[in-house]
């Protein structure tokens, strides 16, 4: 069987002498996709959309959810790919109006209320992470590209009667865009059972991840952490594995700046790991020291729903497998966050997924609380300079973390 031609074969950009329907690996761990992110902090909102291609599956899936305040409306959807190479399913679609820059995202009306047609501009060029690589027993399980880009906003936001219009001076954007490699993602991944433990010189592991993508004109930019237990910034054999990175921009036409260093003071809500606040001395090329303040405005909005983990879909799949409908699955739910941690209960396994003796891998009835989170950002430039923005936070802990005492 011939691969089929995409829309992406008319450019001349190809890197291998095939189609771009080709992947040059079987792994189903191999996909590419888009995260994008608009946000207001004065109006508590953050609208969030993702998409991913898994070709190897033959599936291109994703979600929109709109939380406010802690209440959290999520969509989920998914269909077949090579039927249709469009950035488009049901009534969600992406379009690149300048690439890197401006993207148009859309939203016709569906049963979940929401809808929303926003323009998306990046207010500095993107990021070009560090390459991922991680391996296991010789085996390579991530090798990953990713960037990263700050932006604005403008259109309009919709959720059944209530619509919020979007100017750019108030409304600020997050995105990323990663293909590759990047980790096995159940139930299309085999079980850990049946293979032998990972090889204890694996390297050191990775207890904190802080992400950011900020904006606080005439700044906007992005960095990173990647911690050990103890702390220490180093060289991981993870989906991550880099130390830290990152750049500050002023718009698109001065030079970048870049950070190379970085230390941080975050505060936590007593008796969890659900940030407060944090506050970071960030270290430039030149020697100059940076400050930022983060004061976190809403719950963070919580990752479980959004379709990537076993048990978020309701027949317990995820936006990767099949829903019954080549052509599209939908549907969605509403559900309220706005006190965590809470009591997680994922979808029951049926159908298929049940008959193959598969389950969630999560238990129900854990607390959980989210990782994502909306904040103002206050930025202290070396020039003396103080200005103030919008920001979207992904701030992972696992396991014990001796610099605030988890254990």
Not at 117 to 139: C, K, Q, Y
Not at 331 to 358: C, M, N, R, T
Request: with cysteine; glycine share 10%.
């Amino acid at each position: 069987m011939s691969h089929q031609l995409t829309p992406y074969d008319e450019y001349p950009v190809h890197q291998a002498p095939h189609p771009f329907s080709y992947i040059p690996s079987t792994d189903y761990a191999w996909d590419e996709g888009y995260w994008f992110g608009v946000f207001n902090p004065d109006e508590k909102l953050f609208l969030g959309t993702y998409l991913r291609v898994n070709p190897n599956t033959d599936m291109i899936g994703g979600c929109v959810l709109l939380n406010i305040a802690g209440h959290q409306t999520t969509l989920r959807f998914n269909r077949c790919w090579r039927r249709n190479f469009e950035l488009e399913v049901g009534p969600y679609k992406m379009t690149f109006v300048e690439p890197l820059r401006k993207i148009r995202l859309t939203l016709n009306e569906n049963d979940s209320g929401i809808s929303f047609d926003v323009l998306w501009e990046g207010t500095s060029p993107a990021f070009l992470e560090d390459h991922h690589i991680a391996t296991n027993r010789g085996r390579r399980t991530t090798d990953q590209t990713r960037y990263s880009q700050p932006g604005k906003a403008s259109g309009w936001i919709r959720l059944r009667d209530r619509k919020w219009d979007v100017e750019p001076i108030a409304w600020s954007g997050s995105r990323d865009h990663s293909w590759g490699l990047y980790a096995s993602r159940p139930p299309l991944s085999p079980l850990s059972s049946l293979l032998p433990p990972p090889t204890k010189d694996d390297g050191p592991k990775r207890a904190m991840r802080f992400w950011t993508c900020f904006r606080a004109e005439p700044y906007s930019g992005f960095f990173h952490f990647h911690e050990t237990a103890e702390g220490v910034q180093c060289k991981m054999n993870d989906v991550f594995g880099t130390p830290f990175g990152g750049r500050i921009f002023r718009g698109w036409n001065e030079q970048d700046i870049e950070l190379v260093s970085g230390t941080h003071d975050m505060e936590f809500n007593p008796g969890t790991r659900i940030l407060k606040k944090a506050t970071f001395l960030l270290q430039d090329i030149e020697g100059r020291e940076w400050r930022q303040v983060y004061d976190i405005e809403t719950p963070p909005w919580v990752v479980q729903p959004m379709g990537a983990f076993p048990g978020s879909w309701k027949d317990g799949g995820t936006f990767h497998t099949y829903h019954g409908s080549e052509e599209l699955a939908i549907e969605w739910e509403e559900d309220d966050y706005s006190q965590q941690p809470f009591e997680y209960i994922p979808h029951k396994v049926s159908g298929d997924l049940a008959a193959e003796g598969f389950n969630t891998g999560t238990s129900s009835g854990s607390l959980v609380h989210g990782p994502e989170y909306l904040g103002r950002v206050t930025t202290y430039a070396p020039d003396g300079t103080v200005t103030k923005g919008a920001s979207q936070i992904e701030l992972f802990i696992n396991g014990p973390y001796a610099p605030y005492g988890f254990e």
